[in-house]
């Protein structure tokens, strides 16, 4: 029986998990709007209350909290996932962290299951910013003490913050349940050349091969188009693996080109569900609905309502892995233990 936590290569030890509390105070958990779907969950898991505040938007936009209960002393987790609206939910996130750093808790740790402006991470144009770097600056200015984060899109993000914190892999979450259902004649494919290192793990991890689309960037837009493959997909089971699926763009062009090469089933897999749609109008999920894929597996680090959802599609929480960090964080304990690092 595999009794390790989801998401993670543990197995608890109750002599090494038990430890003593930390002299930070307790944990207090807040979960903003854009989280509120995994707050009962990560409750659940870490043995605690939801935090309490009020949330006001005025006729203006502009956003009130006021905490419910003190935090002075304690140590805050407060979780919020950057999705649409993001702007909304960045502020929101902003304004708790100030409300809580001057109601003088003892640290006020930022769980972001979801990075937003994370492809803004390097001057890759004349004349561009990096928005990436000015997010995490101004997360920092207004009082956050640590961050917790799942698959970045660039690890390079990791540099810009001057706090500490643990940017966290869902790899272990959905390989184990991908190995788990044992496809026969399986490649992995990643979406293209930036993610090869990534689908290298996912090929060792399931002992196979590893197949890179080769794709280019339109000139006259955002567009990407899928040109050749690097390796071999015929009469194969494909796994595409990818960390983010905006459009389903990207998706669309690989699951053509694989097919075209003469691919058997395909499986998608990837972390970040945002699953928005493109310039034209079309949803990602009309996009993905027809793919015909026989799996499209994903976790909820972004929620994924019910319009959005399809039936040949699998969500795995990410709580489970966010709430052992945190208890870990929060008794001074190694993070890098959950993954035998």
């Known amino acids: 029986m595999d009794n390790r936590i989801p998401g993670t290569t543990y197995v608890p030890k109750p002599e090494i998990d038990d430890a003593p509390t930390s002299p930070m105070g307790r944990i207090m958990l807040f979960c903003s709007s854009a989280s509120k779907y995994m707050e009962e969950e990560l409750a659940t898991a870490l043995g605690v209350r939801p935090g309490r505040y009020k949330k006001v938007v005025f006729p203006n936009e502009n956003i009130f909290i006021r905490l419910e209960e003190s935090v002075r002393g304690q140590d805050v987790y407060v979780v919020q996932t950057m999705g649409s609206p993001v702007h909304e939910n960045i502020w929101e996130l902003l304004v708790m962290i100030d409300t809580l750093k001057r109601d003088s808790a003892a640290r006020i740790n930022v769980v972001i299951p979801y990075l937003a402006y994370a492809r803004s991470d390097k001057k890759d144009q004349p004349r561009v910013g990096i928005a990436a770097r000015m997010l995490t600056n101004i997360l920092e200015t207004t009082g956050a003490d640590r961050y917790i984060t799942i698959d970045l899109h660039a690890g390079q993000i990791q540099g810009f913050f001057n706090i500490p914190g643990d940017a966290l892999k869902a790899f272990h979450l959905l390989s184990d349940y991908v190995a788990r259902k044992n496809i026969d004649d399986l490649v992995v494919v990643a979406t293209d050349l930036g993610f090869a290192k990534k689908g290298r793990d996912w090929a060792e991890k399931l002992n196979t091969q590893l197949v890179i689309v080769e794709k280019r960037r339109t000139s006259n837009d955002s567009r990407t188009e899928a040109l050749s493959l690097i390796g071999e997909v015929r009469d194969k089971n494909v796994l595409l693996v990818d960390d983010e699926v905006l459009t389903g763009g990207s998706v669309e062009s690989a ?14 897999v990837f972390t970040h569900a945002f699953l928005s749609p493109d310039a ?24 994924i309502p019910d319009e959005k959802m399809l039936p040949n599609m699998t969500v795995l929480s990410v709580a489970p892995l966010l709430a052992a960090v945190i208890k870990r964080s929060h008794k001074g304990m190694s993070v890098g233990e959950l993954f035998n690092e």
């Open 255 to 268: 699951v053509n080109l694989v097919r075209q090469e003469g691919a058997r089933d395909i499986y998608l």
């Open 280 to 303: 034209d109008g079309r949803s990602a999920s009309e996009r993905l609905a027809a793919l015909n894929l026989n799996e499209i597996i994903t976790t909820n680090t972004l929620p």
